[in-house]
């Protein structure tokens, strides 16, 4: 029954209208009592939850069986009386007269309204009780959220940090395999520089003038990846760039005289950046 949830959800009164068409007097209590201004007013007033039904059809039928109802029309007060719980307080059997109805209604609702602000107290009590709840959990939760992401975080800056140290041991190592190499490299190639010929043998001989880095001077293009190429740190690449016209000298598998170098030429050393 709708009323009956909407009156105990509200906590307002229900006044329950049970009638038969079959009885020839119910037209004449609807218009002589329940459609008079002091009945419709009070009812007003008093907010009552008002429903009606013949006893022919089924849900008022069983309402009946529920209030017990054996004359119509049938009026039943029905009012809370705690949480949760409705109870009728004052039954009508036969016609009545609005005066009578309005003034027994009225003496029911003076015993009713003490018992509707010690309920309705009650229930805000309740509410307000359920409100804090919900905050202290609200509050719980958000701080729980917070130390969470909070971790969370910790734990992305720790993994950054190991990640980041991991990528760095295996640059320090690549870096260090790099210079061992140019280290055995540049021992080879000192070990294994073919002889220069003969300074009275000038056919096919070029003489390259080499400037490093630090300002040194090679004369020999084969000399340079043998020397200290100091500031060029060990592991660094560097390259060979011809200084009139400047020409970067990227091709290692060509002769001298044909990368223009012959019979004389200088040549730089920079680091390639």
Request: glycine share 4%.
């Amino acid at each position: 029954m709708v009323a009956l949830e909407v009156a105990k959800r509200e906590l307002r009164c229900l006044l329950v209208l049970l009638y038969s068409a079959e009885h020839d007097d119910m037209a004449a209590f609807c218009d002589s009592t329940m459609a008079d201004d002091q009945v419709l007013d009070f009812l007003r007033e008093k907010r009552f939850v008002v429903w009606a039904g013949d006893v022919r059809e089924s849900e008022a039928f069983v309402v009946s069986n529920t209030l017990l109802a054996t004359t119509y029309p049938f009026l039943a007060l029905i009012a809370p009386q705690g949480t949760g719980r409705m109870v009728v307080v004052e039954r009508f059997e036969g016609p009545v007269g609005s005066e009578a109805l309005v003034g027994e209604l009225r003496r029911q609702m003076d015993r009713v309204d003490a018992i509707l602000q010690s309920v309705r107290l009650e229930r805000e009590r309740v509410d307000q009780s359920r409100i804090l709840r919900e905050q202290q959990e609200e509050a719980y939760n958000a701080s729980l959220r917070a130390d969470q992401e909070k971790a969370r975080k910790l734990q992305e800056e720790v993994a950054r940090m190991e990640k980041e140290k991991a990528e760095e041991g295996i640059r320090q190592k690549e870096l260090e395999n790099k210079r061992e190499n140019k280290r055995i490299r540049k021992i080879w190639l000192q070990e294994n520089m073919i002889p220069e010929p003969p300074t009275n043998e000038t056919e096919d001989i070029a003489k390259v003038g080499i400037r490093l880095p630090n300002g040194d001077r090679l004369d020999l293009y084969d000399f340079i990846e043998a020397q200290d190429l100091a500031p060029i740190d060990l592991e660094a690449d560097f390259e060979v760039i011809n200084t009139y016209p400047r020409k970067v000298l990227t091709d290692k598998t060509i002769s001298i005289k044909e990368a223009g170098l012959f019979p004389t030429s200088s040549v730089m050393v920079e680091e390639v950046d």
